[in-house]
C-alpha cells in the first residue's frame, strides 16, 4: 500500500537560515512524488514535482527537494528561508497506477520561520 | 485565468440534514479529485474522476458519500445523513489528463463544513 510519512509536526528555523522539511514514502514500483504548500486562508498551492531524471528538483519560491531512492525520502529544502515562508507543508505521492492514479498526502508540517 | 472554485464557502447543517458541496475545475482538466481536511489529518482521498472514465470512489468513508460529475466538468459531493464526524474542509482539485501524464493538480479553496 501506498504511505507518505511527515515526521515532523511542526518545524522552527531563523529567517535566513537553511530548512529541511522531511518526507518519506513508501510504494510499489517508482514513485512520483509532489510537496504543496498552503498559506494561512489560501488554498493549497503546488511547489515541485519529481517524476524521473535528476533527483534535485526546483521549484516555485526558491524551493527544490532531493530525491532519495534508496532511503525513500523526498526532503524539502531551502537555503535561505523567509518570514514569508511560513505555512503547512505537504508531501504527496502517487505510485505506478494499478487501477488507480490516486494521491496520498501527508499530515503535514507546519513550517515557522522566526524574524 | 479561473482557478478552481468551490460553493458554499461555509456550511453549517444539523446532524441527519443533507448536504450538497460544488466544485467548478479549471477548463480543460478532465481529472477531477475531492478530499477532506480534517485538523491535523491531513489530506484524505475521497474520489477521483477522469474523464467518461468509471470513478474511483475507493476513498469514500461510507455510502452516506457520493459524488457526481456532470458533463465531465461541474462535481457535486453529496453527504446524506450528515454526522458530526463529517465536520470538516472539504476540498476539490483537478488538473490536466492522468492518462496523458503526471501533472500537479490545482486546489479550490475548500468549503468548511461544520455539522451540530
Known amino acids: 500500500a501506498q504511505s507518505v510519512a511527515q515526521p515532523e509536526d511542526q518545524v522552527n528555523v531563523a529567517e535566513g537560515n537553511p530548512l529541511t522539511v522531511k518526507c518519506t514514502y513508501s510504494?510499489?514500483?517508482?514513485?512520483?512524488l509532489f510537496w504543496y504548500v498552503q498559506y494561512p486562508n489560501r488554498g493549497l498551492q503546488f511547489l515541485l514535482k519529481y517524476i524521473t531524471g535528476d533527483n534535485l528538483v526546483k521549484g516555485s519560491y526558491g524551493f527544490e527537494a532531493e530525491f532519495n531512492k534508496s532511503q525513500t525520502s523526498f526532503h524539502l529544502k531551502k537555503p535561505s528561508a523567509l518570514v514569508s515562508d511560513s505555512a503547512l507543508y505537504f508531501c504527496?505521492?502517487?505510485?505506478?497506477?494499478?487501477?488507480?492514479?490516486?494521491?496520498?498526502f501527508g499530515t503535514g508540517t507546519r513550517l515557522k520561520v522566526l524574524a | 485565468g479561473a482557478g478552481v472554485s468551490q460553493s458554499p464557502s461555509n456550511k453549517v447543517t444539523e446532524k441527519g440534514k443533507d448536504v450538497e458541496l460544488r466544485c467548478d475545475p479549471i477548463s480543460g482538466h478532465t481529472a477531477l479529485y475531492w478530499y477532506r481536511q480534517s485538523l491535523g489529518q491531513g489530506l484524505e482521498f475521497l474520489i477521483y474522476f477522469q474523464g467518461n472514465s468509471a470513478p474511483d470512489k475507493s476513498g469514500l468513508p461510507s455510502d452516506r458519500f457520493s459524488a457526481e460529475r456532470t458533463g465531465g466538468s461541474v462535481s457535486t459531493l453529496t453527504i446524506q445523513r450528515t454526522q458530526q464526524e463529517d465536520s470538516a474542509v472539504y476540498l476539490c482539485a483537478s488538473s490536466w489528463s492522468t492518462r496523458g501524464g503526471v501533472y500537479e493538480q490545482y486546489f479550490g479553496p475548500g468549503t468548511r463544513l461544520t455539522v451540530t
Open positions: 510504494v510499489s514500483g517508482n514513485p512520483y
Open positions: 504527496a505521492v502517487r505510485g505506478l497506477p494499478s487501477g488507480t492514479y490516486k494521491y496520498i
